[in-house]
């Protein structure tokens, strides 16, 4: 019962921390340059460029009215807190906002657009980064200090000194073909063939492994050394505790101690992870979609933040934390999973 009163106060308290993470958000977003009135006047002062983009006349000049006119059409006459009362209501979270930079679409259909792609992306390397890593740690804490270990650690290691952007240039320098001398093995980017459309079940899902495999590495690459470490050093530190010893002095063996006691515990600290499923599409993304071109959520926020698209990017940063809040109630639900003992104090 204490337990699903914990989990009932956290869903609640998503509410105001959700606001404070809007709001400060929304209300930097308002005196940022570059907003929407002052990308109208820009484009209102392209238009009336003559040949060459010289002004002919006054006709680069907007007058003090019409800038009026357009703050009133913005919103921008209106106090702070109403603009954000009717983004958050009027506008839901911004999701019925129409985007600055790609006329007659709105946030959610721009977002809802790219959402499945980094949604496929996110999950598989979330996947496959819990998959290899685990066992990997797993089986460096039961090898401490053996050759399989160091070797290990000095792969994990220089794997981890390369940044994830700089890891896909070099893979598409060697397997996509960009530099003569190499192999080209992979596409070069974007999530699928142009003529996807026509190709048979079993080709659309090759094609869709074969622009997936060099992105999917790439991601794994960023959280690899991390994870892998974590396993191991919370395993060694769960088997040197008194009750693996007792244990073992009870006749127990190793294999007993470690995979019937201390590797349940020693996941409760991995299982904070766990949470990041639902915002993974977002973290993490933005080079590496920028790199392979992949029409997802990573890119869509960073062509929002470069575009001053402040209605996209307030839609995305609304899900996106709502996400994470929602993945850290999920963490502490992993935490009861794993080690039902586990009592969330008031």
Known sequence: ??????????????????????????????????????????KMRGIGAGEGGVQSGDSGSISEEYVRELKVHFGFDQPLYKRYWHWLVRDAVGMKMESYKFPNKTAWQLIKERFPVSLIFGITGFVLTYIVCIPLGIAKAIR????????????????????AFAFGMVLKMLVCGTVDGFWDIFPVAGFQSDNFDSLPVGAKITDIFMHMCLPVTCYMIGHF??????????????????????????GGSSRRAI???ALRNALIPIAT????????M?????????????????RLSLEAIVGRDYAVFMGILALTSLLTLLGNILSDFCYVLIDPRINFQS
């Open 1 to 42: 019962m204490e337990r699903l009163d914990y989990f009932i106060r956290r869903l609640i308290l998503i509410i105001p921390t959700f606001i404070g993470i809007t709001f400060i958000c929304f209300s930097l977003c308002q005196f940022v340059p570059g907003g929407p009135v002052e990308q109208m006047i820009i």
């Open 144 to 163: 401490n200090g053996s050759t399989f270990d160091f070797i290990s650690s000095a792969v994990i290691f220089i794997g981890y000194a390369i940044p």
């Open 225 to 250: 050394a991390v994870l892998t470490l974590l396993m191991k050093n919370s395993l060694l530190d769960e088997i040197g505790k008194d009750y693996i010893r007792t244990v073992l002095a009870k």
């Open 259 to 261: 995979w019937g006691h």
């Open 273 to 280: 992870g766990f949470g990041g499923v639902l915002s993974i």
């Open 282 to 298: 977002f973290v993490g993304s933005v080079i590496i979609e920028q790199v392979f071109e992949i029409p997802g959520m990573g």
